[in-house]
């Protein structure tokens, strides 16, 4: 079955700052809502958006490296766990303004019509607010052994105990 | 549901294994010769091999250390790793549809908690698929079998309680052990190559498809080649250490065509062998693929058989391959029944042990030790099975009763012990009973002259106009080429849309009279290897019925003129 699909779904921004201005902009939202800190999403694997008219028009996104960064001047420290979630009208009316450089994000879309390959062009951009959560993860024991070739030398490295 | 999904990760290992299936599906082959000796010095065999270097390592590590606290340490751990290199091929209509090589490298890790009495072999228990890397870093290798080998024991663990409250539902009189012990095998036998030139191969196939064209209402005629060298590895932590390579070259053709009235009609012919010396040449097959052709034709210009018969059926050796395989060869497998389950097997032959279930001239032999049989070679030859057992010859049937199941190392009631007969479907399934060369011998033998004499004189004693002779069957014992044979004069008469109404185990034991020892060799490359050697036979009574098939409508207009374009 043949769908109406996505093909290069190209942003362009009206509002930008440079780039290099972004973390600051970010750190001014910041200490304007007196927040303890905010979130840098570097890299997401993926998401999901649910399009039946029975379901909640909301999405997900799965993000890798997620960064807190801190008004006052502390390093950024890196999360893990983290999943933004929201509907795409709230989110969207939310982004205050983008960087200049574009990115491409090329990636298979699966849909109706299965799997295909498409891009994104977009901007880096700031959100004034944005909604995550903790993402569902399992408890699992590491493995009982070290790694081949770790356990010999009484190294850390990989060992786990 | 309706979802948008972005993912540039990898697949997951099991959405893998689902696009790989159909290719792997086609996989098989046959021992070559290898060495046995007891498990003894295993070391100076595995040293140059990297996989069994890799499997060895890690093995040893697993079995010294491997314990959470709390739990109960592995009692017993086995790796198998299977190395596949296959070249699939089809051509329709004189061209090739697909050509492709393929190359996996499967583990499979069982790790079992408890004892031989009960253990963890249940559910999750039962071991794990992953994928190995292809070429020979021993570290990369130990990798994944560390990681394979760590899921499989915390598995075993919840497996084993799982089961030991399972079988808290039920009363079991007569227990049976869950493994059973067998002496350490070491056997390395060398490892498997595909090395052929696929291009007069492959022309084989397009020239050979291209005989649809002699025929303007064949509908579909394929040719398709199937080749591949499997190495099987295996250790285990009681001292097994096994290699063996195996090849199998299957070239079959198929095709399909619809009588005036709607009737589809299909014939097919699978050349399988374990050495490509014993294909077909060119020739031979641009001479066998007219004659299957011409039966096609034959059969579209067939009468269709009568609505009912009952009366004496005579099967070809190659008809009756496919009964003696699925109504025996499916029964004598020692398959433990389910938890709770107080059988001895499942199966129809579960309460036949030392019953008699085939008539008293009839025995089977299953061994897989034997190499070829009247110049042709064996697909069910095994040295030592996937379980790291010795293969062999075992008498399943004597002289028309059920002496022995053929069985691995689960034991059943009564079968305490292997008898090497277990063994795993590819790429990696987990071993269980199967045949290896099954062999139905009859002691008293009539020429075929004597059989088709023998079943025109019941029709003459039964006032039966004619009996019938099956030539061919298809799949689920549908006749390809079924015969009325006319008892006035010993005419034959081809027929189709019969099918048969009671050919069933019932019939089989009480039904057959008579078999002559012609050697009918059939080869089953699929799933697990094997070959089926038996006479042809007839039946004193079989019910032969009318099919109640759909008769498709002919397609609208003919085919394309030859040479349009």
């Known amino acids: ?161 | 549901m309706s979802t948008i999904q972005w993912s540039d990760g990898r697949p997951l290992p099991s959405a893998r294994m689902q696009k790989l299936a159909p290719v792997l599906a086609l996989l098989i082959a046959l021992f070559v010769p290898s060495i046995c000796v007891q498990a003894k010095d295993t070391q100076t065999f595995a040293d140059d091999d990297p996989v069994l270097q890799a499997m060895r390592a890690e093995l040893e590590r697993s079995k010294s250390a491997l314990k959470v606290e709390g739990m109960a340490a592995p009692y017993y751990i086995d790796y198998h790793v299977t190395d596949m290199d296959t070249h699939s091929a089809e051509a329709a209509f004189g061209a090739l549809r697909t050509n492709v090589r393929m190359r996996f490298r499967f583990l499979r890790v069982v790790v079992r908690v408890g004892d031989y009495k009960q253990d963890s072999f249940f559910g999750q228990g039962q071991g794990g698929l992953d994928f190995m890397p292809l070429d020979n870093d021993i570290v990369a290798l130990r990798h994944e079998i560390w990681l394979a080998t760590d899921s499989a024991y915390k598995a075993a663990t919840e497996a084993l309680t799982a089961k030991q409250a399972k079988l808290k539902q039920f009363t079991v009189d007569q227990p049976v052990d869950d493994f059973a012990h067998a002496e350490p095998i070491v056997s390395i036998g060398p490892v498997a190559k595909l090395d052929f030139d696929s291009q007069p191969w492959l022309k084989m196939l397009q020239d050979s498809s291209a005989l649809y064209k002699t025929d303007s209402q064949i509908e579909s005629f394929d040719s398709s080649l199937n080749f591949a060298a499997v190495t099987r590895y295996f250790v285990s932590s009681e001292g097994a250490v096994v290699r063996s390579g195996q090849n199998v070259y299957d070239l079959r053709i198929a095709g399909t065509t619809q009588a005036s009235d709607g009737m589809r009609l299909d014939r097919s012919h699978s050349y399988a062998v374990t050495d490509i010396k014993e294909l077909p040449s060119e020739e031979k097959l641009l001479a066998d693929a007219p004659k299957m052709l011409a039966t096609l034709k034959q059969l579209r210009d067939a009468p269709i058989a009568d609505e009912e018969y009952r009366g004496p059926v005579l099967f070809s050796a190659d008809a009756a391959s496919a009964v003696f395989s699925d109504l025996v060869g499916e029964n004598v497998l020692g398959l433990k029944p389910d938890l709770g389950q107080p059988a001895r097997t499942k199966g129809a032959f579960a309460t036949s042990y030392k019953s008699r279930v085939l008539p008293d001239f009839l025995s089977v032999v299953d061994d897989p030790t034997l190499a070829s049989t009247n110049g042709r070679s064996l697909m069910g030859k095994y040295d030592v099975d996937d379980e790291g057992v010795k293969a062999m010859s075992v008498s399943v049937i004597e002289n028309g009763k059920l002496m022995n199941y053929l069985i691995g190392r689960e034991p059943i009631r009564d079968f305490p012990v292997s008898n090497g007969h277990g063994r795993a479907r590819l790429p990696q399934n987990n071993p269980g009973p199967s045949l290896g060369n099954m062999i139905v011998r009859s002691s008293e033998t009539s020429s075929p002259e004597e059989l088709k004499k023998k079943l025109i004189e019941i029709c003459q004693q039964r006032e039966l106009p004619y009996g019938y002779y099956v030539e061919t069957l298809g799949p689920q014992h549908v006749p390809r080429l079924i015969y009325k044979v006319w008892a006035k004069d010993g005419h034959e008469e081809l027929v189709r849309g019969a099918i048969f109404g009671d050919l069933d185990t019932r019939t089989l034991r009480n039904d057959l009279i008579a078999a002559w020892n012609d050697v009918n060799v059939e080869n089953h490359p699929l799933n697990i290897p094997h070959s089926v050697i038996n006479p042809s036979i007839l039946f004193d009574e079989l019910e032969v019925k009318r099919a109640n098939a759909n008769k498709d409508k002919l397609p609208d207009y003919p085919a394309p003129a030859l040479g349009s374009k």
């Open chain 1, 1 to 161: 079955m043949v769908t109406g699909r996505q093909g290069n779904l190209i942003v362009t921004s009206s509002r930008t700052t440079k780039d290099s201005e972004l973390r600051q902009k970010l750190i001014d939202e910041i200490k304007k809502q007196g927040k303890p800190y905010g979130l840098y999403f570097e890299d997401i694997q993926g998401g999901f958006t649910l399009t039946q008219r029975a379901m909640p028009q909301s999405f997900q996104v799965l993000p890798v490296m997620v960064w807190r960064v801190y008004p006052d001047g502390r390093p950024d420290e890196l999360v893990r766990g983290v999943d933004i979630v929201g509907t795409p009208l709230a989110a969207m009316n939310r982004i205050v303004l983008t960087g200049e450089k574009v990115e491409v994000f090329n990636g298979m879309c699966g849909a109706e019509s299965g799997s295909v390959p498409v891009s994104a062009a977009a901007p880096a951009m700031l959100f004034s607010e944005i909604e995550v959560q903790k993402r569902a993860h399992s408890l699992n024991r590491p493995p009982i052994l070290p790694p081949p070739g770790f356990d010999a030398t009484g190294t850390k490295a990989g060992g786990r105990p």
